[in-house]
């Protein structure tokens, strides 16, 4: 599985950015699917992830009521819409897919990984 992000940009604090990742191919929909970012001089860390269905998912506490983590199986997109941003978000954000069919907040849970999109937001 080949993985694009995509839709990153220059933001102001309060605004919103929806950012794509798309998959090489739709056996994707069998994969947990998440996003994860990584500021400058810090680690990745997670984001947000929805399993296979997007029946379950899971956000970081700093996102909840922000972001909203979303899949189309139909297209191979998995989708990150961010609202209410801040500066804090500010990051290269990546998708990755799981190597089971739910998400999960740990880095080694992901078999393939997205080249990364960046987001700015400023204040």
């Known amino acids: 599985v080949q993985l694009q992000a995509s839709g990153g940009g220059l933001v102001q604090a309060g605004g919103s950015l929806k950012i794509s990742c798309a998959a090489s191919r739709r056996t994707f929909s069998n994969n947990g699917m998440g996003w994860f970012r990584q500021a400058p001089g810090k680690g990745r860390e997670f984001v947000a992830a929805t399993s296979w269905n997007a029946g379950s998912t899971i956000y970081t506490d700093s996102v909840k009521g922000r972001f909203t983590i979303s899949r189309d199986n139909a297209k191979s997109m998995v989708y990150l819409q961010m609202n209410s941003l801040k500066p804090e978000d500010t990051a290269v954000y990546y998708c990755?897919?799981?190597?089971?069919?739910?998400?999960?907040?740990?880095?080694?849970?992901?078999?393939?990984w997205g080249q990364g999109t960046q987001v700015t937001v400023s204040s």
């Open positions: 990755a897919a799981a190597r089971r069919a739910y998400g999960s907040r740990s880095l080694d849970d992901y078999q393939y």
